[in-house]
């Protein structure tokens, strides 16, 4: 890069909390900052023009966990710790609507649909005849009456006659909440500085090496980078995961409104302004998307394609756009909350759950680097 000295000068200018990572992580642990200290100096580098992992590539859910995902961690980790997570969850999407609006991220309270396929019947059969078992949980980690309903699905005749409805959830547009989250950012006078891919790390220094040769030292440091965070720091468990999304053109009289999962959230689809959107699939080739690379593969877009047809007839030959988002996985979904050293914080791995939990770390990290900067 041929940065001018003035340019230079400012990126590389010192102040008391840099942040890596302006997805909807990074930028609520900055704002999280500086309603605690209104005083205190953060910056923010993002290597994109906007942040290039999931927050503006996400299907937009308001969501916490279906039946069938519930019961899946559940057996991977334990009911309390899974029950956590969900808590994590239903804590960040309340902050996240407190702090952004309800119509600035253009929330819908249309609920969640869990759908079953034809060979989805053992699936089917194992989630209602826990949903007594679900609903209990959920009673008593967030105080919900009632969240799993069985209902009559009579949209979609190629599913089950019977389907898994969540009252509390909804759907939103990731770009307008991160545009109000980037506006808030700036209102506080937050610095966020785009096209800077940080390379390395000098932890021993406290120097951050640039693409473009730039040295940026920090005082306090919180990498927000989620699924590319091994490229920075290998140690950490927590891997790329790509999804694979579409949307089609806009088609008249189109009369569904819920955010809809389907086998165990490893496909999901809703409307969006009379369009269909459709994404995941990636179960389909674990290994092949375990990767940063964006893109779209040729065996997951015809396995969507089928599901399209399924959902709508015709709507195949409708599709307009294709695109790709990066989430960071694990073996558990807890979150990672690490401190490197004293002065390195990492908080990444929101198992595909970005636009729930992500406010909800955002402020615990916030609380962490505070409490070290008191000390």
Request: glycine share 8%; hydrophobic share 35%; net charge negative.
């Amino acid at each position: 890069m041929n940065y001018s000295f003035w340019e230079k000068n400012f990126i590389e200018s010192p102040v008391e909390i840099t942040i890596i990572g302006s997805g909807i992580v990074g930028l609520s642990t900055a704002i999280s900052i500086k309603e605690r200290n209104p005083n205190i100096s953060v910056k923010i580098l993002e290597r994109s023009a906007t942040p290039n992992g999931a927050s503006t590539k996400n299907a937009g859910f308001s969501c916490f966990g279906s039946v069938s995902e519930l019961l899946h961690d559940i057996v991977n980790m334990g009911e309390e710790a899974c029950m956590q997570v969900v808590n994590m969850r239903w804590k960040g999407l309340e902050k996240l609507k407190n702090r952004v609006g309800l119509k600035n991220m253009e929330y819908k309270p249309f609920g969640g649909m869990e759908l079953f396929r034809p060979q989805d019947e053992t699936l089917r059969d194992k989630c209602f005849s826990n949903i007594d078992y679900c609903n209990e949980l959920i009673y008593n980690t967030l105080s919900l009456d009632s969240c799993y309903q069985i209902v009559e699905n009579t949209r979609f005749p190629t599913f089950n006659n019977w389907s898994i409805f969540n009252q509390y959830e909804g759907t939103i547009n990731p770009m307008s909440m991160m545009n109000f989250l980037r506006q808030l950012c700036a209102d506080l006078k937050i610095e966020i500085i785009y096209g800077i891919e940080v390379q390395n790390i000098l932890f021993d220094e406290k120097v951050l090496f640039t693409h473009g040769n730039l040295h940026i030292k920090y005082n306090k440091l919180i990498i927000c980078t989620n699924g590319f965070t091994k490229s920075l720091y290998p140690d950490l468990d927590v891997l790329p995961a790509r999804n694979q999304v579409l949307i089609t053109q806009p088609i008249p009289n189109l009369k569904f409104e819920a955010g809809y999962h389907v086998d165990e959230g490893y496909i999901y689809f809703r409307s969006y302004q009379n369009r269909i959107l459709l994404g995941g699939g990636r179960n389909l080739d674990i290994e092949g998307e375990t990767t940063m690379e964006f893109g779209n593969t040729t065996n997951i877009q015809t396995y969507l394609l089928n599901l399209l047809e399924t959902i709508y007839p015709g709507a195949s030959h409708l599709v307009e756009h294709w695109w790709s988002g990066i989430l960071g996985i694990g073996p558990s979904k807890f979150p990672i909350i690490h401190w490197h050293n004293d002065s390195v914080l990492f908080g990444v791995r929101l198992g595909g759950m970005g636009v729930a939990i992500g406010s909800y770390l955002g402020e615990t990290l916030a609380n962490e680097v505070m409490e070290r900067l008191s000390h």
